[in-house]
């Protein structure tokens, strides 16, 4: 466990190095090393559904996966042009390379041990699209096919599991928010290590094939591409199955009319927000959503951009229909007894009706009107006050601090109302620039 957690700066380090290409101060014994390694890395990743997060950034793709309950977090770079670094010392990164490949080649052989797979890989039994009847694959040609992520892995026993299985409940009366909790993370994980189950995916020629395949892969989809850039395509782009052509051009081709054409970042924005978004955000040319970053949290009083704002609130209403959903069972036992306990009364005559009759008619009481309360404000209402008490409560030593944490959070409020004064200046330039967009059409028509 404790190597777990030391694996985010080995597989940093052995991804950066892989990229590396042969120099007098890389070794490429060590490059080809790291390269074998991090794939094999990958394949336990797409075979264990470990994934969890995902994020584009300058710098180059992050992620985040859980290992054995520790969540894994390593970046990699952008496939651009490799330009030699000055003022770097590669004899001490080579020294830290050696220690790390061979602590990362014991992680993968005890990770593939818990998944009972073959160490060193093998994969599965299973012909490529790009296959050739009449070759032998030699092994430069099986390090290629194992670096595609394209297909799975063998394993040394297939267990009869159940993956679905669901967990016990027991009769718990003081920890039932802890355990209805964990539950609506069991059931958002499983959601997540099926996102893209049953849907088949074609990468264009623009398209990083690496880092989308192994996203990908990792939540249950299919993919390929053109055979002729890279061996271990599976499927042709004329294959009607393909639900899903993922290009980075601004106009789709008309070919095919039986699949979607989308843009790189709805693979990467389904993944965070854990559900299928909606294509039409996404059509090429289209402009895009932001991306945000799923590895930061905002805490209580800090700048949240409106697609965040969107995202949290269908979050919430996804969790209150399935609260709907579930059978309620108290409620329909506590109208049974009260059903049960009822007395029946007995009929009244003539004249106790004419009596009750005349005394509603002189008391003259009409029917009132509910008022809706607004729970959040009044919610607000009573933080404030609790905070007002609170403050009148510090003793006098104390105060100078609070003054000092008070500052720090005018100073915060003061940053958020920039954002927000800067988000609204962008929403007006980027409606005037409709508009002049839309005249300028009208005008040449």
Not at 20 to 39: D, E, G, M, T, W
Not at 237 to 253: C, F, K
Not at 317 to 329: A, H, I, L, T, V
């Amino acid at each position: 466990m404790d190597a777990v957690r030391d694996m985010e700066d080995v597989l940093c380090m052995c991804f950066l190095f892989s990229t590396f290409p042969k120099s007098q101060s890389v070794l490429p014994r060590l490059a080809h090393l790291c390269r074998r390694l991090i794939v094999e890395f990958m394949h336990y990743v797409i075979e264990s559904r470990s994934l969890r997060k995902v994020f584009i950034s300058i710098k180059g793709f992050y992620y985040q996966a859980e290992i054995l309950g520790q969540p894994v977090t390593w970046i990699t770079p952008h496939c651009f042009g490799y330009k030699h670094p000055r003022g770097v010392d590669f004899k001490i990164m080579a020294t830290f390379v050696e220690f790390y490949s061979t602590l990362l080649g014991f992680l993968n052989f005890k990770l593939y041990h818990t998944l009972n797979l073959h160490y060193p890989p093998k994969l599965s039994a299973g012909a490529f699209y790009d296959d050739d009847q009449d070759t032998t694959v030699d092994n430069e040609c099986l390090s290629e096919r194992m670096a595609s992520l394209s297909q799975s892995l063998n394993r040394v026993l297939v267990a009869n599991v159940d993956t679905d299985a669901d967990v016990d409940e027991f009769p718990v009366t003081e920890d039932s928010a802890t355990l209805e909790k964990m539950r609506k993370e069991q059931n958002k994980t499983k959601k997540l290590q099926n996102l893209f189950c049953g849907l088949k995916f074609y990468l264009g020629r623009e398209i990083p094939r690496e880092p989308f395949v192994f996203v990908i892969r990792a939540f249950g989809g299919e993919v390929s591409w053109d055979k002729t850039i890279n061996v271990g395509a599976t499927f042709d782009e004329s294959d009607p199955n393909i639900t899903h052509h993922v290009i980075d051009r601004p106009s789709a081709p008309t070919d095919f009319t039986t699949r979607y054409f989308v843009q790189p970042q709805w693979v990467f924005d389904c993944v965070n927000n854990v559900t299928l978004l909606p294509v039409e955000d996404y059509f090429p040319g289209a402009v895009l959503p932001s991306h945000l970053s799923p590895f930061v949290e905002e805490s209580e009083g800090d700048y949240v951009p409106p697609d965040k704002k969107l995202f949290l609130k269908r979050q919430q209403s996804d969790y209150k229909e399935e609260m709907e959903g579930q059978p309620e069972e108290d409620e329909s036992d506590e109208e049974e007894e009260k059903s049960t306990d009822v007395v029946p009364k007995r009929k009244l005559t003539k004249r106790e009706i004419n009596a009750n009759y005349r005394k509603r008619r002189k008391l003259g009481v009409q029917p009132g009107k509910l008022e809706k309360v607004d729970k959040e404000k009044e919610a607000e209402k009573e933080s404030a006050e609790e905070r007002r008490l609170a403050v009148m409560m510090i003793p006098k030593k104390k105060r100078h601090l609070f003054k000092k944490m008070t500052y720090g959070k005018r100073r915060k409020i003061r940053v958020v109302e920039a954002l927000k004064s800067k988000r609204e200046a962008y929403e007006k330039d980027q409606g005037k620039k409709s508009k002049v967009s839309e005249n300028t059409s009208v005008e040449t028509r």
